[in-house]
């Protein structure tokens, strides 16, 4: 499965951005998907996760009632919708594929985007 992550942007404190991450491969639907992001000189972090089915879906606590995730299995894509977007969620974030099926924070990531940019101006 190869990813490919977009949506990226500058945006103002209290906007909203959608990131969209489009997979190749007829395997897409068999993985749980998630999001991560990383800002400067900080560790990566999970943000969201849903599972292979859609059936479930998991948030990282300071991002809860801001940012939502769906996927698409008929169109292999995945999407975080930002709103409420604080300075603080300026990252660079990702999407990766969990070979488990669950999309949690503990799932095995084994594939990954190639990172969009977000930048939160106050």
């Known amino acids: 499965v190869q990813l490919q992550a977009s949506g990226g942007g500058l945006v103002q404190a209290g906007g909203s951005l959608r990131l969209s991450c489009a997979a190749s491969?007829?395997?897409?639907?068999?993985?749980?998907m998630g999001w991560f992001r990383q800002a400067p000189g900080a560790e990566r972090e999970f943000v969201a996760g849903?599972?292979?089915?859609?059936?479930?879906?998991y948030y990282a606590s300071f991002v809860k009632g801001r940012f939502s995730i769906s996927r698409n299995n008929v169109e292999n894509t995945v999407f975080l919708q930002m709103n409420s977007l604080k300075p603080e969620d300026t990252a660079l974030y990702y999407c990766?594929?969990?070979?488990?099926?669950?999309?949690?924070?503990?799932?095995?990531?084994?594939?990954w985007g190639q990172g969009t940019l977000v930048t939160v101006s106050s």
């Open positions: 990766a594929g969990d070979r488990g099926g669950s999309g949690s924070r503990y799932g095995t990531y084994e594939y």
């Open positions: 491969g007829r395997t897409f639907s068999r993985y749980g």
């Open positions: 849903i599972s292979a089915s859609g059936g479930r879906t």
